[in-house]
C-alpha cells in the first residue's frame, strides 16, 4: 500500500500548476513595483492638466 502511494502520479499535475501560478503572481507583483512610481507621477500630471484646463475653460466663458 505504501509503494502503490508512492508511484501514485495523480497529484503532479495539481503541483505544476500551483508552482507556475505562483510564479506568474510572484512576476506580476515585481513588474508592478517597478512601474508604479512612473504611473502614480503620470496620474500626477494628468490631474495637473486637467485641473489647468478646467480654470482656463472657466476664464474663457467668463464663469469666476
Do not use: C, H, Q, Y
Request: proline residues 3%; hydrophobic residues 55%; negative net charge.
Amino acid at each position: 500500500m505504501f509503494m502503490n502511494f508512492i508511484k501514485d502520479e495523480t497529484g503532479a499535475v495539481t503541483v505544476d500548476w500551483v508552482v507556475l501560478t505562483a510564479a506568474v503572481v510572484g512576476l506580476g507583483l515585481i513588474v508592478l513595483a517597478a512601474v508604479r512610481p512612473a504611473v502614480s507621477t503620470l496620474a500626477t500630471d494628468i490631474g495637473t492638466e486637467i485641473t489647468a484646463a478646467g480654470t482656463a475653460m472657466k476664464a474663457a466663458d467668463g464663469t469666476p
